[in-house]
């Protein structure tokens, strides 16, 4: 069976999400990096920690968040531990697992990076649609996530 041929309107609602999404990261790495500070994923990682209750998510669950491998994540956190932003906890009810959590240097450094994240966003993402064209995106994007879970 051949599957539906695709319009040029949905090549380029494809092709412009994936450009937007990249441009966006981009320029918010290099606002971070221009301030001397860590890049986007080491706020990935300490957000989705303070986030939790108690600060602290098992490795494997951090990496389905972030969407990084089990040893990418393995190496993140080894250099976030390095840097005392996390500290490494292990898990009771199982001996091979670990958890990460956050530090009071990390919560700090979340504070830090999140004006340059919010004002790098703003500009570059978020500044070129009204309210309502926002909150469509949100809702499409929320639709398109559901169907491929």
Not at 90 to 109: E, H, M, N, Q, Y
């Amino acid at each position: 069976m051949t599957a539906k041929k695709l319009t040029d309107a949905e090549i380029g609602a494809w092709a412009g999400t994936i450009r937007a999404v990249r441009a966006a990261l981009e320029n918010v790495e290099a606002a971070l990096k221009a301030r001397g500070l860590p890049p986007l994923a080491w706020y990935d990682v300490l957000i989705e920690l303070r986030r939790e209750p108690a600060g602290r998510l098992r490795l494997s669950d951090i990496g389905e968040r972030v969407l990084l491998s089990r040893s990418n994540v393995t190496r993140l956190i080894d250099r976030l531990e390095t840097q005392d932003l996390v500290a490494r906890e292990a898990c009771a009810d199982d001996a091979r697992g670990a958890f990460a959590v956050i530090t009071p240097k990390g919560r700090s450094l979340m504070r830090r990076m999140w004006p340059v994240y919010h004002d790098t966003l703003r500009a570059c993402f978020l500044d070129h649609l009204d309210e309502r064209e926002t909150a469509r995106l949100a809702e499409l994007m929320r639709r398109i996530v559901a169907a491929n879970r």
